[in-house]
Nanobody, 128 residues
Framework: QVQLVESGGGLAQTGDSLRLSCVFS????????FGWFRQAPGKEREFVTA????????NYADFVKDRFTISRGDAKKMVNLQMESLKSEDTAVYYC?????????????????????WGQGTQVTVSS
């Protein structure tokens, strides 16, 4: 059974940086697309970024482009999200998600419904 465990959230100020990590277990790491989603209070869960099973392609929501970077380390079975130039609107619970398979289609991997496995979430709060 796949398990995802996030860490690295916390309190930051506008313009600060934070790094989130997600450790994977229970499956074959290289068979998965990994994504980060976030959910702010009173809002729906939204796509932030995703990385392909081989790490050769990534995609970002417009509101985080040029600020956030997703990466994966096959040896440690870890997915990271480096967040720079944080804004107050980045405040949310951030979730790591995994989708098994080799379908790199944006309408698929950007949908929360495509991800069968989720972490418990980590809170990121950005104050101005």
């Amino acid at each position: 059974q796949v398990q995802l465990v996030e860490s690295g959230g916390g309190l930051a100020q506008t313009g600060d940086s934070l790094r989130l990590s997600c450790v994977f277990s229970g499956g074959f790491f290289k068979n998965y697309i990994f994504g980060w989603f976030r959910q702010a209070p009173g809002k729906e869960r939204e796509f932030v970024t995703a990385i392909r099973w081989d790490g050769f392609s990534t995609n970002y929501a417009d509101f985080v482009k040029d600020r956030f970077t997703i990466s994966r380390g096959d040896a440690k079975k870890m997915v990271n999200l480096q967040m720079e130039s944080l804004k107050s609107e980045d405040t949310a619970v951030y979730y790591c998600a995994a989708m098994e398979g080799f379908t790199w289609i944006s309408t698929v991997y950007t949908s929360p419904n495509s991800c069968a496995s989720w972490g418990q979430g980590t809170q990121v709060t950005v104050s101005s």
